[in-house]
């Protein structure tokens, strides 16, 4: 393809609020978005803990109405979609608000799109199928890994197919970003780990993206970075602020860079045993991070290069390959050192949905980018290599 054939977008929030308190501008931002009644969309567990309540007071102090759904599932589902859509519709809402991790985020925009489009959830599987813009969107994170909240990907798992669809559409981006480190303060150690090692997958899948650009790469590589200086001190001490303020950033990065590079084959294979076995996306994620990694490898040696420099390995008078192969190592012990379980075999996932899996990951949006073609088999095989 000549110079000048490709174009590049670029999809960010319009508004992305960081640092500590960062929460607190809630009902600040609910008064420029003009809205009256707000779903509020979040899981049983925060829900429990009073924070969804506590953000229902803030948009009321601002001088609205809000309305709680609790319903956003881990591996949010249609019928979480469809659930939720009907509370906003009976109460007359006109806009949304996300409170938790991805499964939050996702399950709303899902709702989002439904509420103004029509149809099913299931209709918008793929790119841009989506023609009337969500109602207004206020995101507001409280972990460090799925970058949901700031990005225009939304994965929604098919209870009849049991795949995770991946919807892709520029319209699901949310108008504000919320990412308050105080918030993630609560997240015990496993969920650090997991959502973390899902960030830096993130990080990684962009960076060798045969869509990444220099406005990615930038964004991957600070990433990288930030997680491999901090994800350690976040999972030993979820009190250390300083650690959870740089995840943060770093997650957001990440977003930056796979929000506009797009992804690989990890997520595509992760998200079959998701759709299958209802599995932890970041978990998943990391597992199978090194391998697919090592097959890529060959496809562009230097950027591996890159990523272990990122990640604080000595590459010195070492050998292209031999440096590459530093960032593999590097992704592997990380992953060792927060705790990261060693395979899929433990997790429950079964040599004979190999195959089925490998068929529909060849098919996830987030394969189209990869940067090394795989045939079936090669699929099957990661996924082997990965028990």
């Known amino acids: ?40 969309v979040t899981d049983a567990v925060l829900n429990k803990l009073g924070m969804a309540e506590q953000i229902k007071a803030q ?10 759904f609790d319903g956003a599932e881990p591996n949010p589902t249609d019928i979480n979609v469809h659930e939720g859509l009907k509370v906003f519709q009976d109460n007359n809402c006109d806009m949304i608000i ?30 841009d199928k989506s023609s009337k813009a969500m109602p207004p969107f206020i995101a507001i994170n409280t972990t460090a890994g799925t970058a949901s909240e700031m990005t225009r990907f ?16 520029w319209r ?28 830096l997958t993130h990080a990684v899948e962009a960076y060798v993206s045969t869509a990444a650009t220099p406005v990615t790469d930038s964004a991957a590589l600070m990433a990288i970075k930030l997680i491999s200086d901090n994800l350690r001190n976040a999972v030993a001490n979820g009190q250390n602020m300083e650690a959870r303020d740089k ?8 977003g930056m860079a796979f929000n506009n590079a797009s992804l690989g084959y990890v ?4 998200h079959q045993l998701g759709g299958f076995y209802n599995l932890p996306h970041g978990v998943c994620n990391a597992i199978l991070l090194p391998h697919v990694e090592s097959f890529n490898l060959i496809s562009n040696p230097q950027r591996f290069v890159d990523i272990a420099v990122a990640m604080g390995e000595n590459v010195e008078g070492l050998s ?43 098919k996830d949006a987030c394969s189209f980018t990869n940067p090394r073609t795989a045939t079936l088999q090669e699929i099957i095989e990661i996924y082997r290599k990965a028990l």
């Open 320 to 362: 292209v390959r031999e440096a590459a192969d530093k960032a593999i190592s590097a992704i592997r012990q990380l992953s060792v050192d927060v705790g990261i379980p060693t395979g899929l075999a433990g997790l429950g996932v079964k040599e004979e949905d190999l195959e089925i899996m490998a068929q529909n990951a060849m």
């Open 1 to 40: 393809m000549a110079l000048g054939e490709q174009v590049y977008g670029y999809y960010i929030p319009t508004v992305n609020l960081m640092g500590v308190g960062a929460a607190k501008e809630v009902g600040n931002q609910i008064k420029v978005l003009g809205g009256k009644k707000a779903l509020i």
């Open 247 to 254: 995840m943060a950033y770093a997650e957001f990065l990440a």
């Open 267 to 270: 997520h595509a294979m992760a």
């Open 154 to 169: 939304c994965i929604i798992t098919d209870t009849d197919r049991h795949v995770k669809m991946a919807i892709v559409d």
């Open 98 to 127: 996300s409170l938790g991790g991805g499964s939050s985020h996702d399950c709303a925009k899902g709702i989002g799109i439904v509420a103004t489009n029509g149809g099913s959830i299931r209709d918008y599987e793929g790119v």
């Open 59 to 68: 948009v009321e102090e601002a001088g609205a109405k809000a309305v709680i």
């Open 172 to 199: 699901v981006t949310p108008n504000v970003a919320i990412n308050d480190p105080l918030l993630m303060v609560g997240m015990p150690p496993a969920l650090t780990a997991a959502t973390g090692m899902d960030a």
